[in-house]
């Protein structure tokens, strides 16, 4: 009889551009303004498992740039990876789900918004290196806090 064969297995199976939109609302107008934009960029992870030791980790990039209140351009895209990840504990999982699969995913996201914004006419934003491991960790403790109980007062 075979023995099954437990251990680990991390692989990735796909890196995809799941979304990208970019949307110029006050275009031409705008285009004419020399003025420096405000940028504003928002990321997020998300997971979710698609099969049996398949799960898909999309990083989500939201990047609004503004001159006083007018919209200049708007890029909101996702990137995601499918990954196989087998034979982990759930502390682990979480760990690999939360900072080396968005690492892996995020630079391929960070090249894709720079060209949809070049290709839009404009310079291209640079997002910086993100520490997820940071992101991941501080998510961790916000859970946690939320989870436990106020500690009683007592007053005397």
Known sequence: MAEA????????QRVYLKDVSLEQP??????????????????GVNA????????????TATIHT?????????VEAKQAGIFEIRNM????LGAILGIACPQI???YLRSNVADIIQRGGFPPVHMAEINFQAMHDQQQAEAAAAASPEPEQIIV
């Open 26 to 43: 006050n275009s031409p107008e705008i285009l004419l303004n020399q003025a420096q934009p405000s940028v504003e960029i928002q990321l």
């Open 5 to 12: 064969n437990l251990d680990p297995v991390f692989q990735i």
């Open 89 to 92: 504990q759930s502390d682990q």
């Open 66 to 74: 503004q001159i006083a209140d007018k919209t200049v351009f708007l």
């Open 105 to 107: 995913v995020y630079p």
């Open 48 to 59: 979710a498992p698609v099969a049996d030791g398949l799960f898909e980790v999309t990083v």
